[in-house]
């Protein structure tokens, strides 16, 4: 319908639900790289206010709180996790009801947000380690503790995150979704597919008109049932934002 457009800015997640039962589209602000605020709490609450709901505490370099996963070496002496401010930024992000977003954040920066945050975090757009080994994915001991931390990984479909190669298949990104929801359940599993960021995708998941053949695939598959795959297409981001929210107003 051409006379459905993008005109709502999302601040809580019950809009996102009026949005759908209206027919509307609607968009989430976040901010991609805790570089964005200069280590300044009072911009981090200025974002807020401008309507961003999720923060990535890292892009593609470390903040002076935070490292990224391009140094995800234990010998990158830049790479230590989450400072003493790193962990007051997930407090004061906790405090707002701002999401902890951990996609492009360095495996020890995972783990250490992990054990601070009180509310679930996010990885928008992150796959799984164990089936491509780049730092951009989510080793097995990390979702575990998204699991406990009642988070959720948002399966990212860049084919050198899917396969660690140029070439990928709706399969490659199948085995990402079932594989993370066998080691964290499937209350954690999302899709983040990064369409606006990668220039390589996968076979049968060019864009976003392929969601209906992916779900349909898992249906067919006999492994998921019609209320789990409602959680991956968004249950189960909804339940994560509710509960940030929740977190806030305690």
């Known amino acids: 319908n051409s ?17 759908h039962k209206s027919g509307r589209i609607a968009s989430l602000i976040g901010v991609e ?5 200069g280590s300044s709490l009072g911009v981090l609450r200025m974002f807020y206010g401008l309507g961003a709901r999720y923060l990535t505490l890292t892009h593609t370099c470390h903040t002076p709180w ?22 007051l930024v997930v407090r004061e992000l906790n405090r707002l009801g701002m ?23 996010i990885f928008s757009h992150s796959s799984a380690f ?20 009642g988070g959720i990984v948002m399966v990212n479909f860049y084919t050198y995150f899917i396969s660690c190669n140029q070439t990928a298949t709706m399969e490659d990104v199948i085995a990402h979704i079932n594989h993370i929801r066998k080691v964290a359940g499937d209350d954690h599993v999302g899709i983040g597919a990064g369409y606006d960021g990668i220039n390589t995708t996968p076979s049968g998941l060019e864009d976003v008109s392929h969601y209906p053949e992916l779900l349909a695939t898992l249906l067919a598959s006999g ?13 189960n981001l909804l339940r994560v934002m509710s509960t940030a929210e929740q977190v806030r107003q305690d």
């Open 66 to 87: 935070a490292g990224c996963c391009l140094g995800d070496d234990s010998t990158d002496p830049e790479n230590q996790g989450l400072s003493h401010f790193g962990r």
């Open 130 to 149: 164990a089936l491509c080994n780049s730092t951009r994915n989510v080793p097995d001991y990390i979702l575990k503790l998204v699991a406990l931390n």
């Open 223 to 235: 492994e998921w049932t019609e209320l789990q795959l409602k959680k991956l297409a968004g249950l």
């Open 3 to 19: 006379r459905r457009l993008c005109t709502i800015k999302m601040l809580l997640f019950t809009g996102i639900r009026e949005a």
């Open 33 to 37: 790289g805790g570089h964005s605020f």
């Open 99 to 121: 999401l902890v977003d951990l996609s492009h954040t360095s495996f020890k920066t995972m783990e250490h947000a992990l054990n601070v945050s009180t509310a679930p975090i």
